[in-house]
């Protein structure tokens, strides 16, 4: 059975940094596509960015230019590099790889 577990979400200025980590257990990490979705408060949970296991990424418009997604194949580990945060970039972000979600890691973007 496989288990996700994010980390590094919090309280941070606009034009701020994070970095979210998430933690695969139970997992063919090496083979399969990471990403990572946020969900702001009654908003639907949206695509943030996606990595392919040869390392292709992709990212939401909204995003591009400021978010990096990376994966540590040895560690399990994917990784959400955020800068220049903004206040809609307030959410839950929730890691995915297929079929499991993470439980999910509040990031909140004010002054």
């Known amino acids: 059975q496989g288990q996700l577990v994010e980390s590094g979400g919090g309280l941070v200025q606009p034009g701020g940094s994070l970095r979210l980590s998430c933690a695969a257990s139970?997992?063919?990490?090496?083979?399969?596509?990471v990403a990572w979705y946020r969900q702001a408060p009654g908003k639907s949970r949206d695509l943030v960015a996606t990595?392919?296991?040869?390392?292709?990424?992709n990212y939401a418009d909204s995003v591009k230019g400021r978010f990096t997604i990376s994966r540590d194949n040895a560690k399990r580990t994917v990784y959400l590099q955020m800068r220049s945060l903004e206040p809609d970039d307030t959410a839950v972000y929730f890691c995915?790889?297929?079929?499991?979600w993470g439980q999910g890691t509040q990031v909140t973007v004010s002054s």
């Open positions: 139970g997992i063919t990490f090496n083979s399969i596509d």
């Open positions: 995915r790889i297929r079929p499991w």
């Open positions: 990595m392919s296991p040869r390392g292709t990424t």
